[in-house]
């Protein structure tokens, strides 16, 4: 935009440019004609003078002043250190001997332009400046000093020269080199700023509304019960607001929908299990008996797991500041009572959380480490833009292969992770879940001196604490 608006300002001074010049040619054309006609009528004077009287008329029309001539007569022809050419200067220099030559049939005219501390007047070759003031009342001392003097010398029959002098009034001077003046480069920097300025007031009223709606499509993840977005704004983002707002009502019914599904589902299954329970305990084989019971038991833990599975990833709950090490403590007095080894090391500020969710994320790791690896090792790291937890067991670990599969549901490896051993498979799932939810990142790697080291990064302040 500012690259279209700073183009479209030059091209549009360059074409006004163009046009100014072009008048000011014109201009210099009509009124170099019209001085050199003045010249040839002054030079026409002089010749009809007797050569006595041509001094006495000279000394007069100094003491008089008033004329844009500075005319003398010397007796021989004047150095003139002449400026810089251009254009306009070789136009009023052939113009100058046009009219001459067809009002005078002179061919033999020097005429010249030159710089004013460089001019020189009568036959001593006075400079400009050190003559008296009244000679150059209202004429060549009056030109601002950039203003080049046209000067015209013409051959007389007693072997003088007719000097002459004179302005072109242009205001703005000959051959002007200045293609961008202050007072216009001014104008171009307030009307880009201007237009600028504008526009990004527009565009900023017009990106607010989809800056929410991006802020609502992150926060959708973390919390399906946000408020919904107000549906205003241009019609595209409206209705952009009012399609996001209807995606989040059907994301919170079909999740609602799978909860209470799962729920009746475990809840319909628990009367058949337990009536199979009854019947496999009467059987008069004993060794029938214990294989049923086995069976109806594995898949009661399914049931239940996935049931808590539904429960783990349901995370309407409100966000609260959470002290990570005074959980951590408490999680840890609960697994010391059931035979557990906890040791916790570091501080942290409290995190804004979902309270339980975080707390369920928590447990599943405590619990996994304590009871794949006999003892959990916790060490909290803590700063500004993050909290890092680490938690190490002592157990075989988990092979680089299987990591990612581990978290997928009901997974569970062999040998010391065998569905025998107790645990749905569904502990480590649920926890990267809830971890992901609150906008970090739980990563699983052997320990370099044995045992598995399971890693959360929670960003401070996580997005979900807006």
Same mark, same amino acid.
């Given at each position: 935009?500012?690259?279209?608006?700073?183009?479209?300002?030059?091209?549009?001074?360059?074409?006004?440019?163009?046009?100014?010049?072009?008048?000011?040619?014109?201009?210099?054309?009509?009124?170099?004609?019209?001085?050199? &006609?003045?010249?040839?009528?002054?030079?026409?004077?002089?010749?009809?003078?007797? &050569?006595?009287?041509?001094?006495? @008329?000279?000394?007069?029309?100094?003491?008089?002043?008033?004329?844009?001539?500075?005319?003398?007569?010397?007796?021989?022809?004047?150095?003139?250190?002449?400026?810089?050419?251009?254009?306009?200067?070789?136009?009023?220099?052939?113009? +100058?001997?046009?009219?001459?030559?067809?009002?005078?049939?002179?061919?033999?005219?020097?005429?010249?332009?030159?710089?004013?501390?460089?001019?020189?007047?009568?036959?001593?070759?006075?400079?400009?400046?050190?003559?008296?003031?009244?000679?150059?009342?209202?004429?060549?001392?009056?030109?601002?000093?950039?203003?080049?003097?046209?000067?015209?010398?013409?051959?007389?029959?007693?072997r003088q020269w007719l000097y002459v002098a004179t302005l072109l009034p242009v205001p703005e001077g000959l051959d002007g080199r200045q293609w961008l003046s202050a007072d216009r480069l001014f104008v171009l920097v307030v009307v880009l700023?201007?237009?600028?300025?504008?526009?990004?007031?527009?565009?900023?009223?017009? !990106?607010?509304?989809?800056?929410?709606?991006?802020?609502?499509?992150?926060?959708?993840?973390?919390?399906?019960?946000?408020?919904?977005?107000?549906?205003?704004?241009?019609?595209?983002?409206?209705?952009?607001?009012?399609? +996001?707002?209807?995606?989040?009502?059907?994301?919170?019914?079909?999740?609602?929908?799978?909860?209470?599904? +799962?729920?009746?589902?475990?809840?319909?299954?628990?009367?058949?299990?337990?009536?199979?329970?009854?019947?496999?305990?009467?059987?008069?084989?004993?060794?029938?008996?214990?294989?049923?019971?086995?069976?109806?038991?594995?898949?009661?833990?399914?049931?239940?797991?996935?049931?808590?599975? @539904?429960?783990?990833?349901d995370m309407h709950e409100q966000i609260a500041a959470v002290a990570p090490r005074a959980l951590l403590d408490e999680l840890a007095g609960e697994l010391r009572l059931q035979g557990g080894e906890v040791t916790i090391e570091g501080e942290?500020?409290?995190?804004?959380?979902?309270?339980?969710?975080?707390?369920?994320?928590?447990?599943?790791?405590?619990?996994?480490?304590?009871?794949?690896?006999?003892?959990?090792? @916790?060490?909290?790291?803590?700063?500004?833009?993050?909290?890092?937890?680490?938690?190490?067991?002592?157990?075989?670990?988990?092979?680089?292969?299987?990591?990612?599969?581990? +978290?997928?549901?009901?997974?569970?490896?062999?040998?010391?992770?065998?569905?025998?051993?107790?645990?749905?498979?569904?502990?480590?799932?649920?926890?990267?879940?809830?971890?992901?939810?609150?906008?970090?990142?739980?990563?699983? !790697?052997?320990?370099?001196?044995?045992?598995?080291?399971?890693?959360?990064?929670?960003?401070?302040?996580?997005?979900?604490?807006?």
């Amino acid at each position: 935009m500012v690259v279209g608006v700073l183009g479209a300002q030059l091209a549009s001074h360059a074409i006004w440019t163009a046009q100014q010049r072009a008048s000011q040619h014109a201009r210099i054309d009509e009124l170099s004609r019209d001085m050199a &006609y003045s010249v040839a009528s002054t030079v026409r004077f002089f010749r009809s003078l007797p &050569y006595d009287y041509r001094h006495i @008329v000279l000394d007069q029309l100094r003491d008089m002043g008033g004329t844009r001539f500075f005319v003398s007569v010397n007796d021989h022809r004047l150095p003139v250190t002449r400026g810089d050419e251009g254009a306009q200067k070789a136009l009023v220099i052939d113009n +100058f001997h046009r009219v001459l030559a067809s009002e005078l049939g002179v061919s033999d005219a020097v005429v010249e332009f030159s710089r004013p501390e460089a001019l020189r007047l009568l036959n001593n070759e006075v400079p400009l400046h050190d003559l008296p003031p009244r000679w150059g009342q209202h004429s060549l001392l009056t030109a601002p000093p950039s203003q080049p003097i046209l000067v015209v010398q013409l051959p007389l029959e007693t072997r003088q020269w007719l000097y002459v002098a004179t302005l072109l009034p242009v205001p703005e001077g000959l051959d002007g080199r200045q293609w961008l003046s202050a007072d216009r480069l001014f104008v171009l920097v307030v009307v880009l700023l201007t237009v600028i300025g504008l526009s990004w007031l527009g565009i900023r009223s017009a !990106t607010r509304t989809l800056a929410r709606l991006a802020g609502a499509a992150h926060r959708l993840g973390d919390d399906l019960d946000a408020p919904p977005l107000r549906e205003g704004g241009p019609r595209e983002v409206a209705a952009s607001a009012t399609a +996001f707002n209807r995606m989040q009502r059907r994301i919170r019914h079909q999740l609602e929908e799978r909860e209470r599904l +799962f729920s009746a589902i475990s809840h319909d299954l628990k009367t058949p299990i337990t009536r199979l329970r009854l019947r496999a305990e009467m059987l008069d084989d004993a060794e029938q008996s214990e294989r049923f019971c086995a069976s109806l038991d594995e898949l009661d833990r399914l049931v239940k797991g996935a049931l808590d599975s @539904v429960k783990g990833l349901d995370m309407h709950e409100q966000i609260a500041a959470v002290a990570p090490r005074a959980l951590l403590d408490e999680l840890a007095g609960e697994l010391r009572l059931q035979g557990g080894e906890v040791t916790i090391e570091g501080e942290a500020a409290p995190l804004a959380v979902k309270p339980l969710a975080f707390k369920r994320c928590l447990a599943n790791l405590l619990e996994n480490a304590v009871f794949y690896g006999k003892c959990a090792e @916790v060490r909290l790291d803590d700063d500004p833009a993050a909290l890092r937890m680490s938690i190490r067991d002592h157990g075989p670990g988990i092979p680089a292969d299987q990591r990612e599969r581990v +978290f997928a549901p009901f997974v569970r490896l062999e040998p010391s992770r065998s569905r025998h051993t107790g645990g749905s498979g569904l502990g480590l799932g649920i926890a990267r879940h809830i971890v992901q939810a609150h906008g970090g990142q739980l990563s699983l !790697t052997n320990h370099p001196h044995g045992g598995l080291l399971v890693t959360l990064v929670l960003p401070r302040p996580g997005p979900m604490a807006g």
